[in-house]
């Protein structure tokens, strides 16, 4: 790694990993269906089924890769932001429901959009486009003091305080026993679902990027002369910060964020020209545009308040078993199955109404 570094730079080494990161997770996740909004719907309505067994079979395939990596010794997250700073639990609590809310309404969450936008879904594109912005309003804009506002409403201090397993003071390695025989339950319930082998296969790869992301920014930290996060797969800020770039910038400036969405676009493209899947799709009469960009500007916002999105916060995070990216998964989901009975609720008077 010293080599490599010394011959490209660090910030080509990240892009380059975050590439092929993102290359193995827009395949997997294409062809998986991995999406927490499905997984959510399942869930409220009783449902259990495909969906669902695809979520957790690949969280359990993340916690395993990354806590095997933590217990072999490949992996340090404790300086990672999600536990080495303040957090934000008003952030977690309630950016993780507008989050929810939003992922219901615009049909997926962020990384959903991103795979969505490689197949042709042009609603996908525009609404990632307008979560984008959202973002980075959130991040450096007019919304940024609105965010800051609400996450300073109840703060917690970094290190063991946000460290989950701190408090019941588990090893890595039992964590990781435990994640696998918790993906061999998901895998069975995958498989009683109905899901597709393949899709099982794809669910798992998508959870081991996310232990793949982890060691790969550790590793050329440790190499580094330089400060590097290390982190992992999320979407939301990187999404913004590669726009931002392509505007502001005659060239993309080379980094994990940059690397990570081109490379989930191409990989997401390639699996759906491969299987036959990539078409073109456009809103619709039951597709109303204002319902999705509704959806964008709210995970926008709420992925910046809480400190991630789906992934990010809830697949990255949750793996380290950072507090905060456990609440804001928590939040999601309360928000998300929220939303769906009261839409359907609402579509169902509707539909019952006298014409």
Known sequence: MEQLIDSFGEDAILFSIALLVGLAFGAAAQHSRFCLRSASIEFVSGSWGQSLSVWLVAFCSAVLSVQSLISLGYLDASQSRQIAT???????????????????????CASRLLVLSATGNLRALITGLVLTIAAQASLRGGLAPLREGLSGLWT???????????????SPAFVAFSALAALILSVGFAFKSGTQGSRVG??????????????????????????IPVSSITFTGPSADT?????????????????????????????????????????????????????GVLMGFGSMLAGGCAVGAGM?????????????????????????VLTSNLARDTSDAPV
């Not at 609590?93 to 309404?105: D, K, N, R, T, Y």
């Not at 794809?202 to 400060?227: D, K, M, N, P, R």
């Open 86 to 108: 303040t957090g934000s639990l008003s952030g977690a609590i309630i950016g993780g429901m507008l989050f929810g809310v939003g992922m219901i309404l615009a049909r997926g």
């Open 156 to 170: 917690i201090p970094g290190g063991n305080t946000r460290n989950m397993l701190a408090y019941v003071d588990l």
């Open 202 to 227: 794809a669910a798992i790869v998508v959870g081991i990027t996310i232990g793949l992301g982890w060691g790969g920014t550790y590793a050329v930290s440790q190499a580094s002369f330089e400060v």
């Open 243 to 295: 726009m931002m770039g392509l505007v502001n910038e005659r060239s993309l400036p080379l980094g994990f964020g940059s690397g990570l969405v081109p490379g989930v676009f191409l990989g997401a493209m390639a699996m759906a020209l491969m299987t036959k899947e990539a078409k073109i799709q456009r809103f619709g009469p039951d597709m109303p545009m204002e319902r999705y960009l509704v959806g």
């Open 316 to 340: 990255s995070g949750g793996s380290i078993f950072a507090l905060t990216a456990w609440v804001a998964l928590l939040s999601m989901w309360v928000g998300a199955g929220m939303t769906h």
